[in-house]
């Protein structure tokens, strides 16, 4: 874990004179529109949670009541709450009411007058309400339609029908409407702060930065403030004890400050450093009185896209601070179907499973939000790069005036919102959009016309090619603004997916393709490839009864949205594992599989660096229980591809790699310094007798994937190689690796019972041996207990040390072998 460190430049200032006053703790209530009674509301919240905290309606979740809770999507809901304004509060020159954010379509009154209507949930809205509050009660009233019917009605408006249906007209969580991983819940409500904010002559109203120049000996910053004045004259910006002069108008202003900071300390990404943030803190000032403060954070460090064309196709890598980074990260979903669940530790949660897996970068995925604050926040504390997709997935979208303008204003304001933080790399402009268009037979599913595909295509180039990327040069200076409008750039159908740009692969699953034609199929950067995993059992058992725990109740089904999902996690199944009948034994091997296929695709891929630079999964987790592509389930559990995304991640990596003569040994180094030591190559048997053994000094190169030892199959061409295994270790002073190459897949191993010791060392460590090869070693506790390592080989005559979240006294051990018989 890294060593955080902040630099605050200035000391804390005083209070200003400027405020605000949140009203997410006034007595809410809701109902359901033409629907008399009122129920007690939580804001934060959705229509969904609300619903069940009354006991309206049943856990969404649990086994198949999601298909008796499609009725909310179409009904219209209305929230309430009343609030006190004091005089002294109504004596302020200016109050707004701001919403962070409203779920979807709204109208907002207050004290019976309409002052908003919304139309974006990802939009943060701000009306001024001065003239619409009194001393005493006050009464505000905010009014959602279905959503879904307003999708409908709009898509009613077109003579043909886009790709996505209802949900592509409405600026909202695109996954709510159902995906191959997620239920649908198409939800309604205020599910961000609602607060009022009270201001006199003049606020803050942004703070960004520009990095002008960044070397070892200077950093030169400009610091842009844009302000809203109501009262012009003299005003100033403190620095610490220096104030900056500026006289103002009235009306917004936007003013600069620029400051120097010698010998900078750069910010860096997992693995290669510290993620440093300097802290500067702001006050506006007039007549001596504080008006407002601001504090913000930020990073130095330089971020590229290198595309440069080359004798096979074109590079697409990162250089972050002048040093070319090979990517290790997965995709991001939303972590619950009910946003306002997910608190600020369970993001500080999700973004330490990627630090701990030795993550560097999270790619928030465009069917999902924004996330908020509290994730871009422990990205940047962690050392996290964010490849940010917009929210576009999957579909194509409409191209009308109303449409553009309400999308131009969502970029605007999440992109203000984001753009300081050093771990955003990257802006990307959808999901798969481009791709469905091009490769997915839309054109003659929807029996589209010439002129209804030219109008379609128009549309979406009128977003993703000229709108967004025009908005984001207006918000961004050069050094922050790396655009690329879709992911992935060309199909995976295409050879020149693997060529040039980024690539989704999907060859294995989609197309059923063994998982060794991940060691053919490598791209330039892969943001996009997976394979399923059944969650833990006791996941099962939270969202289904035990009478219905087995793979053909409703309610398990019901937890698999893909068509096909669990006959192909069988038929794969089939072709490397012998396939166990008792469910336990079951969803054990499934995550052994995902976790298997899932090493063979990340290792191919970092085995041909620098010609791939990058690897990211899918995905990361999940917005329920469910059996989906995630290493991390909805609970927080680390299947066991998480475990293997932790060793397969590791920054010094050992990987074999079969040829029809002989095994290639590389020896993959993301760090930037060389490394020397002893390379031992040993073929053992799976009661630890030594067959062969090869040992060699090396100089392990810095940031290079290279071969370091070629074993001919001759060597061994007698061994038993359903019976034995190569176990291969790199030693230095620095650091060391090890990994075992197997060369038989698991249903051929020749696998004899073995006796496992469990040795206790103190409340929170124990140790791990075996008289023979036990093959993924599985330790669970009835406590939930986290172990640092899981579902790993113990060689025979080897010791595992093996460190614990939580003191157990009933650590349940079993192996791949326990589920042949």
């Not at 919240?45 to 198949?64: E, R, S, V, W």
Request: proline content about 4%; charged content about 25%.
């Amino acid at each position: 874990m890294h060593k955080f460190l902040f630099i605050v430049l200035f000391p804390m200032i005083l209070l200003s004179q400027n405020f605000e006053r949140s009203l997410n703790k006034e007595i809410w209530k809701f109902n359901q529109e033409s629907k008399d009674y009122w129920f007690p509301a939580t804001v934060p919240g959705t229509i969904h949670t609300d619903l069940l905290a009354n006991k309206l309606i049943k856990n969404p979740f649990y086994g198949a009541n999601e298909k008796h809770l499609q009725w909310i999507e179409n009904e219209d809901w209305n929230y309430k709450t009343s609030f006190v304004v004091s005089k002294s509060e109504l004596k302020n020159k200016n109050i707004d009411l701001q919403l962070d954010g409203l779920d979807t379509y709204a109208t907002v009154f207050l004290n019976e007058k309409p002052i908003l209507e919304a139309n974006n949930m990802f939009r943060s809205w701000k009306i001024s309400v001065k003239n619409h509050l009194v001393v005493g009660e006050n009464h505000l009233v905010i009014k959602f339609k279905s959503a879904v019917q307003e999708g409908k009605n709009q898509a009613k408006k077109l003579s043909y029908t886009l790709p996505g249906d209802e949900k592509v007209f409405t600026r909202k969580a695109q996954y709510q409407y159902g995906w191959d991983w997620g239920p649908r819940f198409v939800t309604a409500g205020i599910w961000k702060n609602v607060k009022l904010h009270f201001w006199n002559d003049a606020k803050i109203e942004n703070v960004k930065f520009e990095q002008k120049e960044l070397n070892k000996d200077e950093a030169k910053i400009n610091f842009e403030f844009t302000l809203k004045v109501q009262k012009k004259g003299k005003y100033q910006i403190y620095l610490g004890a220096k104030p900056y002069d500026f006289q103002l108008k009235k009306g917004i202003n936007i003013v600069e400050i620029p400051i120097q900071i010698k010998n900078p300390i750069l910010w860096w990404c997992n693995g290669l450093g510290v993620p440093h943030q300097y802290v500067f803190q702001f006050k506006l000032q007039s007549n001596e009185k504080i008006l407002d403060n601001k504090t913000l954070k930020i990073g130095l460090r330089t971020i590229e896209l290198i595309q440069e064309k080359d004798k096979v196709g074109t590079s697409f890598y990162f250089k972050l601070n002048g040093i070319p980074v090979f990517m290790k990260g997965a995709n991001y979903i939303p972590d619950d179907s009910f946003m306002t669940r997910v608190s600020d530790s369970i993001y500080k949660v999700r973004v330490k499973d990627a630090v701990d897996a030795n993550m560097n970068m999270l790619r928030v995925w465009g069917g999902g939000i924004y996330a908020d604050d509290a994730f871009y926040e422990e990205c940047d504390k962690n050392g996290i790069l964010v490849w940010q997709d917009f929210m576009f997935a999957c579909a194509m979208y409409p191209g009308d005036e109303a449409f553009l303008e309400n999308v131009k204003q969502e970029v605007i304001d999440n992109v203000n919102r984001l753009q300081n933080h050093p771990s955003v790399a990257i802006w990307c402009g959808n999901n798969e959009n481009d791709e469905g268009w091009k490769n997915w037979g839309w054109q003659k599913q929807y029996n589209y016309s010439k002129a209804d595909s030219t109008k379609i295509w128009n549309d979406y180039e009128k977003v993703f090619h000229q709108l967004i990327p025009k908005t984001l040069d207006s918000l961004l200076p050069k050094n922050k603004n790396i655009y690329w409008p879709s992911s992935p750039s060309i199909g995976w159908g295409r050879k020149e997916s693997l060529t040039q740009g980024d690539s989704h692969y999907w060859g294995v699953w989609w197309g059923k393709e063994p998982f060794e034609i991940y060691e053919k199929k490598v791209g330039r950067f892969m943001s996009e490839y997976g394979f399923q995993g059944m969650p833990n059992l006791d996941t099962w058992k939270k969202v289904i009864s035990k009478d219905y725990l087995n793979l053909t109740s409703d309610s398990f089904k019901n937890h698999q949205k893909h068509p096909t999902g669990y006959e192909t996690i069988n038929e794969y199944m089939e072709r490397d594992y012998v396939v166990p009948k008792d469910l336990e034994d079951y969803i054990y091997v499934s995550q052994l599989l995902q976790a298997d296929g899932m090493k063979t695709a990340i290792e191919a891929h970092r085995r041909a660096k620098p010609y791939c630079m990058g690897t990211l999964y899918w995905q990361f987790n999940d917005c329920w229980p469910v059996t989906s592509w995630s290493s991390v389930d909805y609970f927080g559990n680390w299947k066991a591809f998480h475990y293997q995304v932790k060793r397969s991640y590791e920054n010094l990596l050992i990987s074999v790699q079969e040829e029809k003569d002989s095994y290639k040994i590389f020896i993959v180094n993301d760090d930037l310094k060389t490394i020397s030591g002893y390379l031992k190559i040993q073929n053992i048997d799976f009661k630890g007798n030594l067959l062969l053994e090869k040992s060699l000094k090396i100089e392990v190169k810095p940031n290079s994937s290279e071969v370091y030892f070629t074993l001919s199959k001759k060597e061994i061409s007698e061994i038993n190689f359903k019976k034995s295994l190569l176990k291969i270790e790199f030693n230095s002073v620095e650091k060391s690796a090890s990994t075992a190459f197997y060369f038989a897949k698991p249903k051929d191993l020749e696998l004899t019972k073995p006796t496992i010791s469990i040795k206790k060392l103190d409340d929170l460590t124990i140790e791990i041996t075996s008289d023979v090869l036990a093959k993924n070693v599985y330790l669970s506790t009835t406590e939930n207990t986290h172990f640092s390592a899981n579902y790993f080989d113990v060689l025979p005559n080897q010791v595992y040390r093996i460190t614990l979240s939580k003191p157990s006294e009933d650590v349940k051990i079993i192996s791949l072998f326990d589920t042949l018989n």
